[in-house]
């Protein structure tokens, strides 16, 4: 048997094992099972805590519930942190990602602020099938178009729109997600700006669905919002789930994400029953 965590950020939740002081046979397809919420533990995404190279105190494995492997996970990357600080006694812990290394830190009233590194713009960065202004992607479809597009280690996309109520987003969520504009699929925001420094957010994640909140949906919304002047580059950024304080930071491009953690209940399982 394997112990296992089960954490969130926000709602946005995690099965979370621990691997560093062994491989465990953990297989995409033992994540999905492990991932699904009627026959498994359920959870948002799948983490895997593996031995820390150089550099980083932690390397985070990130599956999606369809047992894909992710880049980034925003919320997954600041409890991953807060568990190895209490473990060290530290208030500052580098995660590393197959995207590259965060940075996150303990600040008061059980916050933590991850540096989720540079938004990044062009094209081929997100990536796109083919060349386009990231700022006004040439996509629409139901009552939504013309969103913009960037990556923070996996694809997003943000459509702005006036009344979020009214999007029907488990109906056009997987469609744009699977748009041949994105080879990689995408996730998919769809943002209502209530002020300079306040948005609703929800979330259609690639390979997860709906979710409660996206770190990294709203990491991608504050840099699409402030690129189209829609937002300052800090914000609070309201999702189902909860608040994300967002600053996209103008001296090097960085985006800083404070939000809490927590953990569910603790446990254990046996890989061997889900599957090979």
């Given at each position: 048997?394997?112990?296992f965590r089960k954490m969130h950020g926000l709602g946005n939740d995690f099965v979370v094992l621990d691997a560093r002081a062994g491989a465990l046979p953990v297989t995409p397809a033992r994540a999905a099972a492990i991932a699904d919420r009627h026959f498994g533990i359920g959870c948002d995404q799948f983490i895997v805590m593996e031995p820390p190279p150089a550099g980083a105190d932690v390397f985070m494995r990130i599956r999606n519930p369809d047992?894909?492997?992710a880049g980034a996970c925003g919320n997954a990357t600041r409890c991953i942190a807060a568990l190895v600080a209490e473990e060290?006694?530290?208030d500052r812990v580098v995660v590393r990602t197959i995207a590259g290394d965060l940075p996150v830190e303990?600040?008061?009233?059980?916050?933590w602020r991850a540096d989720?590194?540079?938004a990044r713009l062009r094209w081929d960065d997100v990536p796109l099938a083919y060349k386009a202004d990231t700022l006004h992607l040439p996509l629409a479809f139901g009552p939504v178009s013309d969103p913009a597009a960037c990556s923070m280690g996996?694809?997003?996309a943000t459509f702005f729109v006036d009344d979020l109520d009214a999007i029907p987003v488990t109906e056009i969520g997987p469609r744009l997600e699977h748009d041949?504009?994105?080879p990689d699929r995408a996730n998919i925001g769809f943002a209502q700006v209530l002020a300079p420094d306040r948005m609703?957010?929800?979330?259609?994640e690639r390979g997860a669905g709906l979710t409660l909140a996206c770190g990294s949906g709203a990491c991608a919304a504050i840099v699409n919002a402030a690129r189209r002047g829609l937002t300052g580059r800090r914000a609070t950024v309201t999702m189902p789930g909860g608040d994300l304080v967002m600053e996209w930071r103008e001296s090097d491009g960085h985006v800083l994400m404070t939000g809490p953690v927590a953990t569910a209940f603790t446990g254990t399982l046996d890989l061997g029953a889900y599957g090979s």
């Open positions: 048997m394997i112990p047992g894909s492997e060290r006694g530290a303990r600040l008061p009233g059980g916050l989720m590194g540079p996996n694809p997003h041949p504009i994105f609703r957010l929800v979330i259609w």
